[in-house]
């Protein structure tokens, strides 16, 4: 893949492709995770004396209309805060944009384009005539084949992969690909068969792999023990135990709970109690791991030479069922092994624990993070190595 770091974009109309795809409440962008990601890129276009254009999507709107909701408004705001200057949202660019060299601006919501889903040529040859470089730099995104990530790459004069994609690409190979060993992997959510394809790979991958959340019921009622009232897919569970005989098969581990955290409702506020897995009753619900199974666990990612640490293991929102998540973040931050966190719910969670900096790499992809991990080839990763070719 041709790079962004390796061409000359002195005068040059660049087009910049950033997932600054956040969350937003009454106008308020609640975690800027994203956009902090996306500054180095724009700060290197701009010092570079390009002239930049950024586009990204926010939500799913409808095509071929304007709404305020979906407006990348409050993200044009902030990111004139962080880089200190003004940044103007461009409302209608398709057809042009007006930009000179040093300047930045935010083009709006290209989903409000229609044809960008499609990955309608027409559109995409209109993108590509915005620019002389086009910089594929949103890694949230590189899973989706649309105009904007996808089409563009096919018809801009020059296309190349941004910083950023680049720094998600490699992390996720330096895990996956030729990883530090033992490999540990945590797959953590609420069903199994959100996550098959995830973990049918992983277990291919990895010496361990933890599940937890639902999918850790699944596995726990698939080798005959009660879980009462917890979420659990019962038509899996042979599904489960086919996973668990292939790990076997390859010699990898999926170590399960000994000790959980039950209550007997979902509530912040319901009672919890520690039980042995095999004391589950009829009317618990599964809520946490329990803490000798957290201690078990935590020795084995202070032992593992990288970690790919996806979703919570409890329901962290509610702070008595957040200690198992808690100790697991604890122990990959204190661990020495190379460790990379992506998800929504997981980074909701290494920043509700703190733990940032003891993390070694922290994706900004949530379906793209998990597409990769399924060991999929996300499509305008192959759009761009097509190009390079
Ligand atoms: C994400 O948040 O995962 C990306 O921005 C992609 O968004 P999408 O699922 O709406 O395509």
Known sequence: ILRMADLDLAGKRVLIREDLNVPVKDGRITSEQRIQAALPTLRLALEKGAAVMV?????????????????????AARLGELLGREVPLVKDWVDGVEVQPGQIVLLENCRMNVGEKADDVALAKKYAALCDVFVMDAFGTAHRAQASTHGVIRFAKQACGGPLLMAELDALAKALDAPARPLLAIVAGSKVSTKL???????????????????????????????????????????????????????????????????PAFAADAPATVKKVSEVGADDMILDIGPDTAAAYAALIGKAGSVIWNGPVGVFEFDAFGKGTEALARAIAASPAFSIAGGGDTLAAVEKYGVESGIGYISTGGGAFLEFCEGKELPAVAALKARAA
Do not use: Y
């Open 55 to 75: 586009m990204s999507h926010l939500g799913r709107p409808k095509e071929g209309v304007w709404s305020a909701e979906d407006s990348l408004a409050p993200v």
């Open 197 to 263: 394809a995830l973990l049918s790979n992983l277990v291919t991958r990895v010496d361990q792999l933890i599940v937890g959340g639902g999918i850790a019921n699944t596995f726990i009622a698939a080798m005959g023990h009660p879980v009462g009232k917890s979420l659990c897919e019962a038509d899996l569970l042979e599904t489960a135990r086919a996973i668990m005989a292939d790990a076997r098969a390859r010699g990898a581990e999926i170590p399960l709970p000994t000790d959980v955290v039950v209550a």
